[in-house]
């Protein structure tokens, strides 16, 4: 559909009638074997400037429409403003612009009276060359016939059109459907039917039936009214099919006796026009932009607001009858009812159709150049609505129904006052990938005006824009530029054919853009690998390293072809593309290496189109790498380098591949996590720990596996804090232990792999710092818990545990003294001391003898401690030294053990001291008589 506006009057006389031709707004049709093009492939860098040859100020660039004749292309460009009559101002002009390497443009003479061959020379003669409809139609909307009336002159605004038909390219048969189904009943004309019609405001074609659609929003009290005419029968009024006066009940409102008006009234039907396949049926789309209250309307809904609505039509005999109703979003309580964004929107201001999403149905795309929110004002919004299919009850009727996107609307302006959504058109299925894509205009942005590219894909069309073409980017040879985007040519094929180019026009500039587009590349490629990676098989050398030895290694192959989806020329051409290889993304710590000795590496491809390649080369395992399980993931990106303007890699092409390199598992179920090991865990150890000396502690471990592989076997020795592992050292056994903090214990890596077998290594230990700082309450051992770990199944877990304990000894330093006996000199009397048995008091038993010692230890860490103490206690079985008290000592907490017998068996003495009372060190430690 391509829609055009009128701005200022002219006049122009004729015959008969008097014409009052205002400005032949531009509404062109010439339908073409149509190819594709990928919209985010226009180029910018070179554009064509197509400009009037004289005048500006005429709004060239207000509507295009291109047809194609032979080898030669040609754009119409309606310039609404052009002055182009000494008898009429501002009448308008069409103009056709030669697209070749030079191009330029020349007025057509659109002029029902013109019959001048002129314009024959670039007209091919041979219809078989015609490429599409082989006709044109422009129209003039405010075009007005004054008929003489009893009492005067009656201003018709009609609007009239005007065909022409291949070969004649130039000469126009002017017509008139409204102004011609008045034919002799002038007097009864008004604006109450078909008085201010105004036909021609949007123009469609439909190539399925042949037929030409004609908006005309002024009939019916500018209801408005749409016309379908096959394309044979223009001046045949006996063939019009017109949608007439809307009944109330097709757009679902109730018919009343009160009110002042039996037509929907002021709401602009065929304001815009398209043409739609619905429900297989060939169908005419329009839309009521307007909102209206239903206060005057002879409706049972009263004071409620109509509006904007677009319907859909299909042909019955002569009249257009409604087939369907499409309505912007529904409010928040899910009822029809104008909102504050869309009773404005000027919803269905344009309007065009197109499979977006490759399901055969053509789905409906709605500009709302007004639609604002509390934000902005005019932004503008797109809506889209897909063509839904299915049988009524198996019986082969088909239905349809338009179903809005989700959340719309989902494409919206930006900028206030930029009334995006002002021109929507179907620039066809432009990559080749089955999808037709939708270019979407903002003309009145303060930029200049900016053109959005939308693809289709198999969901549907895309959310965001994949191309912005902006008024303010385009070289400052063509700067400035105002009303970039009010019209977009649609579908208009390029030089060969093949594909398709973007015209632009910009209305206020007096100017047209062509740009054209480049071929596009899409990619097929893949890496593979040879097997998975066996981390124990260290076979490969790397390639230009022989001394770091031999690495794990597996074949690597990376394949690469790339297509052109809309070929433009049979040249072939030879392009360079890189991949760029980065190993082992998912892991912090690199485990893989390519033949660079680095984790990244680049490969080159220079090739003809549809030629497929693959370069090979080997990856390599690091050694010693901790994760064993997770596969390594290689990413592949590809970008192609040093290509001519002409081509581009396709958007929707796979740029970035990932794919995994699995690690071998060397167990029974293949999998990693689920073989089953068997460890057995059991320890050495003799050794005590001397108390506040900086000894290591030595402790001898073997792990024993007699199932699967174990993988990441470790184990921890957790000792309540006490223990830490000395420094970070490697064990006899290649085993590797260091202290964690965070619970505190010490890890000590067996093996990565750890196969059936059994492994003896020695893990060294000494206190941690903290264990230094309570050693008055220190225990009397070392208690230490150590489990072998395994991501492995434990086929008996408590195989792989033990727990011990080590002493702790602490080794004093001792002075001990004697003093003198106390009496250094003892006489014994056998007539007159008496033994044990027979004395009955101490002093029965002779004299006393008393001993003190002293014991001075130098270590100030508090330990325990053992004196004995020997004397003579019998001569020949007789008393010598007989025991009458328990030693007493002073100091510290202590207590003696007799071990020969009683104190004072036979209870001479008066007292028996308690022996675990303290005492002080200056009594008497042993007392004998």
């Known amino acids: 559909m391509v829609r055009l506006r009128s701005l200022e009057k002219g006049r122009w006389r004729g015959q008969g009638a008097k014409w009052h031709s205002l400005h032949p707004t531009l509404a062109l049709l010439c339908a073409l074997a149509l190819q594709q093009t990928v919209a985010f492939n226009v180029n910018l860098d070179d554009a064509q400037v197509l400009q009037p040859p004289s005048q500006t100020g005429i709004h060239f660039g207000f509507s295009l429409a291109h047809f194609v004749n032979g080898t030669e292309r040609r754009l119409l460009v309606g310039a609404p403003l052009a002055n182009t009559s000494k008898d009429v101002s501002q009448p308008g002009a069409l103009y056709a612009c030669d697209l070749g390497s030079s191009p330029s443009c020349t007025q057509l003479e659109v002029d029902w009276r013109n019959t001048d061959d002129k314009y024959k020379s670039w007209i091919s003669e041979d219809k078989k060359e015609h490429q599409g409809l082989g006709f044109s139609v422009v129209c003039a909307p405010r075009w007005h016939a004054y008929e003489s009336v009893t009492g005067g002159l009656k201003d018709l605004a009609s609007g009239i ?415 360079e593309f890189t991949i760029k290889l980065e190993a082992d993304i998912k892991q912090q710590k690199k485990r893989l290496l390519f033949n660079n000795g680095r984790a990244e590496t680049n490969l080159i491809f220079n090739q003809e189109k549809d030629q497929m390649s693959c370069q090979e080369e080997k990856v390599y395992a690091k050694r010693d790498i901790e994760e064993l399980i997770q596969p390594f993931v290689i990413q592949a990106e590809v970008d192609m380098k040093g290509a001519s303007q002409s081509v581009i890699l396709d958007e929707q092409a796979t740029r970035v591949l990932e794919e995994e390199l699995p690690i071998l598992v060397q167990c029974e179920g293949g999998v990693a996590d689920k073989c089953e090991s068997d460890l057995e865990l059991t320890y050495t150890s003799n050794t005590t720990y001397a108390l506040k000396k900086m000894e290591s502690i030595p402790v001898t471990f073997r792990l024993t596996n007699r199932g699967e592989v174990a993988y990441n076997t470790r184990l921890v020795i957790n000792s309540n804090g006490d223990l830490i592992s000395k420094e970070q050292a490697d064990s006899a056994g290649g085993v590797v232990c260091e202290t964690k903090h965070k619970p505190p214990k010490i890890e000590c890596k067996i093996d990565a792999i750890f196969k059936k077998g059994e492994k003896e290594f020695e893990v060294v230990m000494m206190p941690h710092q903290n264990f230094f700082g309570s050693l008055e309450r220190h225990l009397a051992f070392f208690t230490v818990e150590a489990e072998a770990e395994t991501t492995s199944v434990q086929k008996n877990p408590d195989a792989a545990k033990t727990k011990f304990q080590i002493p702790i000894i602490v080794k004093g330093n001792l002075d001990l003294t004697k003093e003198n006996s106390n009496p250094s000199h003892v006489s014994y009397n056998s007539s007159y001391d008496k033994s044990p048995a027979e004395a009955s008091n101490e002093q029965e038993l002779g004299e006393q003898v008393i001993h003190k010692y002293k014991i001075y230890n130098s270590n100030p860490i508090r330990s325990t401690h053992q004196v004995d103490d020997f004397w003579p206690l019998k001569i020949d079985g007789l008393y010598l030294l007989y025991l009458l008290d328990n030693p007493t000592i002073t100091g510290i907490k202590a207590s003696c053990h007799y071990e020969n017998g009683e104190v004072d068996k036979y209870n001479i003495s008066k007292r028996i001291p308690d022996p675990t009372e303290e005492t002080t060190f200056s009594r008497d430690l042993l007392r004998w008589r």
Request: some cysteine.
């Open 161 to 575: 059109c005007f065909s022409a038909r291949a070969p004649n390219f130039d000469k126009f048969t002017a017509f008139s459907p409204a102004y011609d189904v008045i034919g002799m009943n002038t007097k009864f004309a008004s604006y109450d039917n078909n008085g201010t019609c105004q036909v021609g405001l949007s123009v469609s074609y439909s190539q399925e039936t042949e037929t030409v659609s004609f908006g005309s929003p002024g009939c019916w009290s500018w209801q408005g009214d749409v016309w379908n005419i096959h394309k044979d029968t223009l001046t045949d009024k006996d063939t019009f099919h017109r949608a007439q006066k809307i009944d109330f009940k097709d757009v679902d409102l109730t018919s009343s006796p009160d009110g002042r008006y039996s037509s929907l009234a002021d709401l602009y039907l065929g304001y815009s026009v398209a043409s739609i396949t619905y429900a297989s049926k060939p169908a005419v789309v329009s839309a009521m932009p307007r909102a209206v209250s239903t206060h005057d309307l002879k409706v049972v809904e009263k004071n409620k607001v109509f509006g904007p609505v677009i319907l859909i039509f299909e042909e019955d005999q002569s009249k257009l009858n409604v087939l369907d109703t499409i309505k912007p979003p529904l409010n928040e309580s899910n009822n029809f009812e104008a909102t504050k964004d869309s009773m404005f929107s000027y919803f269905g201001y344009s309007l065009t159709t197109a499979d977006v999403n490759g399901d055969g149905l053509d789905d409906l795309v709605v500009g709302a150049p007004l639609y604002h929110n509390d934000s902005h004002h005019d932004q503008g919004a797109v809506f889209v609505y897909m063509q839904k299919r299915f049988d009524y009850g198996g019986d082969g009727v088909v239905g349809a129904e338009m179903k809005l996107e989700p959340n719309s609307p989902l494409r919206m302006g930006h900028d206030s006052y930029g009334r995006f959504g002002s021109c929507v058109a179907s620039v066809g299925d432009l990559g080749g990938d089955g999808y037709q894509d939708i270019a979407v205009g903002a003309p009145f942005l303060e930029s200049g005006g900016k053109v959005f590219i939308y693809l289709g894909s198999r969901d549907g069309l895309g959310k965001t824009p994949s191309q912005v073409i902006d008024a303010m980017d385009m070289p400052s040879s063509v700067r400035p530029l105002d009303g970039f985007g009010f019209a977009i040519a649609q579908k208009m094929p390029d030089a060969t054919g093949n594909g398709f180019d973007l015209g632009i026009g910009v209305f206020n500039s007096d100017k047209v853009l062509v740009f054209k587009t480049k071929e596009v590349i899409a990619v097929e490629w893949n890496v593979t690998f040879s097997g998975k990676m066996n981390l124990t098989s260290s076979t490969c050398i790397m390639a230009g390293d022989t001394s770091a030895g031999k690495y794990p290694c597996v074949d690597m192959k990376t394949c690469f072809l790339y297509r052109v989806l809309n070929t433009k020329t049979k040249t072939k051409q030879t392009l």
